[in-house]
C-alpha cells in the first residue's frame, strides 16, 4: 500500500485507547506509518523515534492517511497525545520499558528452546535449566503487583514526617483539609507507592505530569468515559429498561446552573 501524510489534521471521535484496540484489531485497516525526517539522515531524529510513529487509517484507495495529534508504538501498539509542543518523557520511558519486555520475552524463549535441543550435553543442559528456571523466578510477579496490599505499622519518625509534610503542604497552598481524605488523593497516593514499589527510589518529576498535560488529556478520558457510558445504556434505551431522573440546581456563588441525570 501506498503511504499518505495529509497535511491537514482530521477531526474524529477517536482517542488514544480506540486508535490502540483498532491498530490491535483492525491490523487490515489501520496501521503505524514512520515518522519522515526532515533531512536525508533519519539519525537527526530522537532515538525514540525508532519506537514510535504515526497512527494511521487506509481510504477507499488503499492509502494510509496519517491519524494527527497521536503517536504510536510500533512493538504495542501504545498510543499517546502528540504535537510540536509535546513533552517526551513519557515516549522515551514507555520506549526503555517496551525494550525490556521484549528482551525478557526473547531470552526466556530462546532458553526454553536451547533446553530441548538433543545434542547438547548432559552439563550444558543442567546450565541452561538452571538459566531458565531463574529467568522464570526474576519473572514471576508478586502480590503487589497484582494490587494485594501489605499492612504494616510504619516507624515513628516516618509517621511524623508524613504529618508533617501534610501540614505544610495545607497551610502553605492554602489548600483545605478535607483533601486529605478525598478519594482522588489517596488513588494517586496509591499508585504513587505502586510506582516506588515496581522501580524504586525514583523523582517524582518523573511521574507526576505538569498542569498542561492533564488539561490536554481531559478530552480524551471524558469521550472514553462516555463511549463506555454509551455501550452500557444501548442495551437498556432498545427494551426502555431504565429510568431517567434530571436534577437541576444553580450554586450560590456564581449562579452557575447545572444539570444532572441520575439512571436507574
Not at 495529534?69 to 517496551?98: D, P, W
Not at 495545607?170 to 494517586?188: E, H, N, Q, Y
Not at 434505551?237 to 429510568?243: G, H, N, S
Amino acid at each position: 500500500m501506498e503511504l499518505v501524510d495529509i497535511s491537514s489534521p482530521r477531526k474524529d471521535s477517536l482517542n488514544s485507547e480506540k486508535i490502540k484496540l483498532l491498530l490491535q484489531t483492525e491490523s487490515t485497516k489501520y496501521t503505524v506509518i514512520k515518522k519522515k525526517s526532515s533531512t536525508s539522515s533519519s539519525s537527526s531524529l530522537p532515538s525514540w523515534w525508532s519506537s514510535f510513529g504515526y497512527p494511521a487509517k487506509s481510504d477507499e484507495n488503499a492509502k494510509y492517511q496519517r491519524i494527527f495529534g497521536y503517536v504510536s508504538c510500533f512493538k504495542c501498539y501504545q498510543t499517546f497525545i502528540y504535537s510540536a509542543k509535546s513533552g517526551t518523557t513519557r515516549l522515551r520511558e514507555h520506549q526503555n520499558k517496551c525494550a525490556r519486555i521484549i528482551s525478557l520475552s526473547s531470552s526466556s524463549s530462546s532458553s526454553s528452546i536451547n533446553i530441548d535441543q538433543s545434542n547438547i550435553s548432559s552439563s550444558s543442559s543442567s546450565i541452561l535449566i538452571d538459566h531458565s528456571i531463574n529467568t522464570a523466578s526474576s519473572l514471576q510477579s508478586t502480590l503487589p503487583q497484582h494490587g494485594f496490599r501489605t499492612s504494616l505499622k510504619l516507624s515513628e519518625t516516618d509517621t511524623n514526617n508524613m504529618k508533617t509534610l501534610c501540614a505544610q503542604w495545607v497551610c502553605m497552598d492554602l489548600r483545605p483539609f478535607s483533601m486529605l481524605d478525598d478519594s482522588g488523593f489517596r488513588a494517586v497516593a496509591q499508585e504513587l507507592i505502586r510506582i516506588g514499589h515496581k522501580y524504586g527510589m525514583i523523582d517524582v518529576n518523573e511521574i507526576l505530569r505538569s498542569r498542561h498535560t492533564i488539561a490536554r488529556s481531559i478530552n480524551d478520558i471524558a469521550a472514553t468515559y462516555r463511549e463506555h457510558m454509551k455501550q452500557k445504556l444501548i442495551e437498556r434505551l432498545k427494551y426502555r429498561a431504565i429510568t431517567i431522573c434530571p436534577d437541576f440546581w444553580t450554586d450560590t456563588y456564581k449562579n452557575i446552573s447545572y444539570l444532572g441525570l441520575n439512571l436507574t
